[in-house]
Nanobody
């Protein structure tokens, strides 16, 4: 079992930055691909970014490409999401997730095995 805990959310003005962190329990963190998703009120959960287990590959949703950066520190069991040039439409609850199948790149929430509780990001205009 893996437990994921997100932090770093908050209120920021448009154009600002935030860095989200997600820390995992357990020793298998380095073998999981990790992803970030978000869910705005009244909308479905959507893919934001994912990083492979060795951090050799990253993938982003078109809506955040060039503004967000996903990274990980396997020694700290932590994955990060650096968010720059934030827009009001980035407002959502952000979730990190772990995928036990490292040989694929998953961009659908149903493909992930473990989820954090989420952290709220609010971008004011």
């Amino acid at each position: 079992q893996v437990q994921l805990v997100e932090s770093g959310g908050g209120l920021v003005q448009a154009g600002g930055s935030l860095r989200l962190s997600c820390t995992a329990s357990g020793r298998a963190f380095s073998s999981y691909n990790m992803g970030w998703f978000r869910q705005a009120p009244g909308k479905e959960r959507e893919f934001v970014a994912t990083i492979t287990w060795r951090a050799s590959n990253t993938y982003y949703a078109d809506s955040v490409k060039g503004r967000f950066t996903i990274s990980r520190d396997n020694a700290k069991n932590t994955v990060y999401l650096q968010m720059n040039s934030l827009k009001p439409e980035d407002t959502a609850v952000y979730y990190c997730a772990a995928d036990q199948q490292p040989l694929r790149v998953a961009d659908k929430w149903g493909e992930y095995d473990y989820w954090g509780q989420g952290t709220q990001v609010t971008v004011s205009s």
